[in-house]
């Protein structure tokens, strides 16, 4: 089975979609000084990101767990939340596919800190 892997661009557009999300639901969800909640989300720490994980991802961080967010499976993958890799081919034991869903998740996180730290610079983006 071949795993099928994403551009650059088409992950950008992915996590451009998710932060015009975030925007709508948690204002100021990529400040620093966002009050921490404890197990119920807090402030996003870029050294502790880590897009595979329910709790240290993006939504993770700022909800407590990727598993609160009204959001299907589709959705998560179509805002950069979640490896389409790892959505559609979970349970595929292989080695392409495991070194693909790793790959796709170490993009999706420097895109996502790029984000953060253009917001925490106070560079607009879309």
């Given at each position: 089975?071949?795993?099928?892997?994403?551009?650059?661009?088409?992950?950008?557009?992915?996590?451009?979609?998710?932060?015009?999300?975030?925007?709508?639901?948690?204002?100021?969800?990529?400040?620093?000084?966002?009050?921490?909640?404890?197990?119920?989300?807090?402030?996003?720490?870029?050294?502790?990101?880590?897009?595979?994980?329910?709790?240290?991802?993006?939504?993770?961080?700022?909800?407590?767990?990727?598993?609160?967010?009204?959001?299907?499976?589709?959705?998560?993958?179509?805002?950069?939340?979640?490896?389409?890799?790892?959505?559609?081919?979970?349970?595929?034991?292989?080695?392409?596919?495991?070194?693909?869903?790793a790959?796709?998740?170490d993009?999706?996180?420097?895109?996502?800190?790029?984000?953060?730290e253009?917001?925490?610079?106070?560079?607009?983006?879309?």
């Open positions: 089975m071949t795993a099928p892997t994403m551009t650059t661009s088409e992950l950008q557009e992915r996590v451009d979609r998710g932060v015009a999300w975030l925007d709508s639901r948690i204002p100021n969800w990529w400040r620093t000084d966002r009050p921490d909640h404890g197990d119920n989300g807090g402030p996003i720490n870029l050294d502790e990101l880590v897009m595979s994980h329910n709790c240290y991802c993006v939504l993770g961080q700022l909800i407590g767990n990727y598993y609160r967010a009204d959001l299907t499976i589709d959705q998560a993958v179509a805002y950069g939340f979640d490896a389409s890799v790892g959505a559609y081919y979970r349970g595929t034991d292989t080695v392409e596919v495991g070194e693909a869903m790959d796709e998740f993009a999706l996180r420097e895109l996502w800190i790029r984000v953060i253009q917001r925490r610079a106070g560079v607009d983006v879309p």
